[in-house]
């Protein structure tokens, strides 16, 4: 069997969409299964990807699609994607994340036309007419416009949300696909949207539970320069600033916390642009920057007594799984798919939605309690195995692969 991901890069580095997708084409990999990657931006040095270049034409396209509020319509070259020779040789295509300016939706009839097609989004983008979170916005069941969250990623200079939705519908009504899901969550959504149409899947991603395993608390606090003896708080963001990231929640909750936990409490961060948003507080910090190496990644959540995902809006979290591999309990809010993954006092503590105070409470609860969190240790672990693992993520789209080439 060759499969081929279509997605923006072939890089577990480059933030969450990178990750999931690199991460299921490495485990196919592993599996035996020949997989290769397209993608705009190629980093490995392998031949396990190729490039889609960009086209003269997409720099004419991009200002004039702008002006009109029709982002991700410059991306011309995916329309020649069929000649690709990754593509003539592939027996199937998994797409990934196609709203990053380099693939143009409207390409998708022909590509579905020729190769079965299964897709995983990464975000709601796919659902809606622009935006790839929505907030408390439920225009995209009925076909978007007017939009409240303009500015929301990717922003729009001017409202174009009605016809990005209609033509995502009439590209949608001409193609041929299987959608995939992570959470019981997106699959209600996407049963709700245009994407309806299709058969719908739900398969959860998966991590390596071989490198995401618990580790020696005191030597990885060791390696990070943490003191034994203190509480350690983790917190991480590509971009702490961004508003469906939580930190001004975050935020609030630890100006809540007592200062007699604070005195004892570390904050361990991680990501770009993160530090800076927590300097004002008065409590210890140590800031890691980004990291791509999932090997160092568990040492840092195995030298956390609690990880803390302050959220407004999530499909899945790769985190929550990546921390709980580690024996590392999440504190978050019962918002989306979190819950199914936050289990409230089994392996964490799921917040009224929106509640710093109560996000604050679980905080200081679980800090307080050590035999709860030992507890929690051994269910947030034995979660991972048996329910997230990679090598049942793999499987599962073996499966899903196969049935779709026989049918």
Known sequence: MKV????????EGAGGAGVSAYRLHRGL???????KILCRLKTLKTDDSEQIRKRVLEY???????????????????????????FKEADLVNVHCIHSGYFNYLALPKITRLKPTVWTPHDVWPLTGNCSLWLDCMRWKTGCGRCPYPENYPPM???????????????????RLRVVVQSKWFLEMTRQSMLGRFPIHQIPWGVDTEVFEP???EYCRSVLGIPHDKKVLMFGAVNSKLSNKGGDLLMKALEILPASLKKDLVLLTMGHRTEQAFERLQISMVHTGYISNDRFKAIVYAAADLYVLPTRFETFSNV?????????PVVSFDIGPVPE????????????FGSAEDLARGIEELLRDESALQAMRKRCRDMVVNEYSEKLQTARYVELYKKVLSS
């Not at 990999?29 to 997989?35: C, T």
């Not at 200079?157 to 995502?168: C, E, P, Q, T, V």
């Not at 929550?320 to 590392?328: D, L, Q, R």
């Open 60 to 86: 004419l396209i991009r200002p004039v699609a702008e002006r009109l509020g029709l982002n991700e319509l410059e991306g011309v070259a995916s329309f020649s994607v069929h000649r690709n020779r990754l």
């Open 341 to 352: 993954l936050v289990r409230h006092g089994q392996t964490g503590y799921a917040a009224k």
């Open 4 to 11: 081929l991901h279509i997605n923006y890069t072939d890089h």
């Open 157 to 175: 200079r001017r409202d174009g949300s009605a016809i990005g939705w209609r033509l995502k519908n009439w590209a949608y009504s001409r193609s």
């Open 215 to 217: 580790l020696n608390q």
């Open 29 to 35: 990999r592993k599996a035996g299964i020949d997989s």
């Open 320 to 328: 929550c799984i990546e921390s709980m591999g580690c024996g590392t």
